[in-house]
T-cell receptor
């Protein structure tokens, strides 16, 4: 079975532009989470979506938005890009709310460089 | 806010040596997770711990969920070259996962 897939793998943008990143979860997983990983740091939580609804949001500005589609794939949008948005953007998929802990599995990430 | 303190920041060891790294927090977590990240890839889940005091092994890896629910450690026995990479601890409560800053493992030939 395919794991979590993300596209594109690399992206270069200039300040002020907008970017859309895409993620397809593991088959059967209904929840998608997005993380930002700046060089030398651990991933930081941005959003979680389950059944097309936002379930959680990290400490990120409104320039960051996301949505989940009926097939459970997801897009992360970032508007008015800043140099500091340069990072690896990771998508993680999971089954969704369960009685126990919902284990997340990560994709390879999209490397965004803002010039 | 919730933060995880992961140590050491980096390690240089000889092949065959055992490795130990740990993570502490001022907050209580329901789950502790250990991930490994290779260059250019996303983190890969190594071990998940769901219960305070739990000790779990995955091959040469062993991890424990601290009794206070505020800490965890990961041990790697008999290190091999493919163990090189960055190891992240993460605490999960509900849908939210908080990551440590990582331990970079270097193995000398």
């Amino acid at each position: 079975d395919a794991g979590v897939t993300q596209s594109p793998t690399h992206l270069i943008k200039t300040r002020g532009q907008q970017v859309t990143l895409r993620c397809s979860p593991i088959s059967g997983h209904k929840s998608v989470s997005w993380y930002q990983q700046v060089l030398g740091q651990g991933p930081q939580f941005i959003f979680q979506y389950y059944e097309k609804e936002e379930r959680g949001r990290g400490n990120f500005p409104d320039r960051f938005s996301a949505r989940q589609f009926p097939n459970y794939s997801s897009e992360l949008n970032v508007n008015a890009l800043l140099l500091g948005d340069s990072a690896l953007y990771l998508c993680a998929s999971s089954l969704g709310p369960t009685r126990g802990t919902d284990t997340q599995y990560f994709g390879p990430g999209t490397r965004l460089t803002v010039l | 806010g919730q933060q995880l303190n992961q140590s050491p920041q980096s390690m240089f060891i000889q092949e065959g040596e055992d490795v130990s790294m740990n993570c502490t927090s001022s907050s209580i977590f329901n789950t502790w997770l250990w991930y490994k990240q290779d260059p250019g890839e996303g983190p890969v889940l190594l071990i998940a711990l769901y219960k305070a005091g739990e000790l779990t092994s995955n091959g040469r890896l062993t991890a424990q969920f601290g009794i206070t629910r505020k800490d965890s450690f990961l041990n790697i026995s008999a290190s091999i070259p493919s163990d090189v990479g960055i190891y992240f601890c993460a605490g999960q409560i509900g849908d939210k996962i908080i990551f440590g800053k990582g331990t970079r493992l270097h193995i000398l030939p």
